[in-house]
């Protein structure tokens, strides 16, 4: 491994996921919220960062290109988890949740099934978006958990507040947190299921004549 710029923040946004959890330990709500989202969004920031300066500085490695991808589903996975518990187990949150909980075990499980022919799953262009509107979303779910608490000591759940906005910050945050994480879960199916398709020539058995 080369400790150059670009890994040095592959490696702590990698360290970072396992942060978020661990603001609403140290901190007292909604603080622990907005250093969450601090966090997640420092991470996520890096994450376009890194990759920007080992292409330009020509600094590309091993260690980074296998770090990347990992540190961006540890950060998204994890802060899902941390989001869906504060959110009150909202139903509208864990369905799309669940969608990309399981296309990242599976493709993960895909990736090292299919082990030197892995690279047939290089992350595509709208695997790359499929990432940054889950971080984007994540964020504004962030932002909508410390609202809500700021306004009503709880998580809203959808139905449980207008769905026209009437003056509540955290309904609106929350509404749009929603619409996108629901947005992301489409392209996380879509984009599991194009890898499963490139992959499954060979998944199936060889067969012998005779």
Do not use: C
Not at 28 to 48: C, K, S, V, Y
Not at 75 to 104: C, D, H, K, Q
């Amino acid at each position: 491994m080369r400790w150059n710029l670009p890994n040095i923040l592959t490696l702590l946004r990698l360290l970072a996921a396992p942060g978020v959890p661990l603001m609403f330990l140290y901190f007292h709500r909604p603080w622990a919220d907005w250093a969450a989202l601090a966090l997640f969004m420092g991470a996520a920031i890096t994450d376009w960062i890194d990759g920007y300066l080992a292409r330009a500085w020509k600094q590309e490695s091993r260690f980074g290109a296998a770090m990347d991808p990992i540190a961006d589903k540890a950060m998204v996975v994890i802060a899902l988890v941390v989001i869906t518990g504060y959110s009150g187990m909202n139903p509208w949150l864990i369905l799309p949740v669940t969608i990309i909980l399981f296309r990242e075990v599976f493709v993960s499980g895909l990736r090292e099934y299919l082990g030197d022919k892995s690279r047939l799953l290089a992350v595509t262009k709208l695997a790359k978006w499929k990432t940054t509107l889950q971080m984007v979303a994540i964020s504004i779910l962030f932002l909508a958990t410390g609202l809500a608490y700021v306004e009503h000591g709880l998580a809203p759940r959808v139905g449980e507040v207008g769905l026209i906005w009437s003056g509540s910050w955290a309904a609106l945050a929350t509404y749009a947190g929603l619409t996108l994480i629901w947005i992301a879960a489409a392209l996380t199916a879509w984009t599991g299921w194009d890898y499963f398709i490139k992959a499954l020539p060979y998944l199936k058995d060889s067969r012998r004549d005779g």
